[in-house]
């Protein structure tokens, strides 16, 4: 069992900067890929980022290239999420989930066993 727990959100101003982090707790978590994912209001669930156990292989959607990083502790147990240069279009939920053992970073969220319950980012313009 791997246990999530995501905070740092909140409202920020277009163009601010937010960091979210997860904590996470169980056996096999440094085994696992990590990744973020968010949801708006009246839309799927979409991709952010993901990182690989080791910490040394990311995969970033092209609409946060650039602005956002994902890094990871493994000692500390976390996983953190830089977000720079926001936009109204980056409010949404923000999840944090790990991935299924044995399986390499993937945008797709049915290769995810974990999640956490997910914290609010609301940018205003």
């Known amino acids: 069992q791997v246990q999530l727990v995501e905070s740092g959100g909140g409202l920020v101003q277009a163009g601010g900067s937010l960091r979210l982090s997860c904590a996470a707790s169980?056996?096999?978590?440094?085994?696992?890929?990590m990744a973020w994912f968010r949801q708006a209001p009246g839309k799927e669930r979409e991709f952010v980022t993901a990182?690989?156990?080791?910490?040394?292989?990311?995969q970033y959607a092209d609409f946060v290239k650039g602005r956002f990083t994902i890094s990871r502790e493994i000692a500390k147990n976390t996983v953190s999420l830089q977000m720079t240069s926001l936009n109204t279009d980056d409010t949404a939920v923000y999840y944090c989930?790990?991935?299924?053992?044995?399986?390499?970073?993937?945008?797709?969220?049915?290769?995810?066993?974990?999640w956490g319950q997910g914290t609010q980012v609301t940018v205003s313009s």
């Open positions: 989930a790990a991935g299924r053992l044995g399986y390499d970073l993937t945008p797709s969220f049915q290769r995810y066993d974990y």
């Open positions: 990182i690989n156990w080791r910490g040394g292989v990311t």
């Open positions: 169980g056996p096999t978590f440094s085994s696992r890929v």
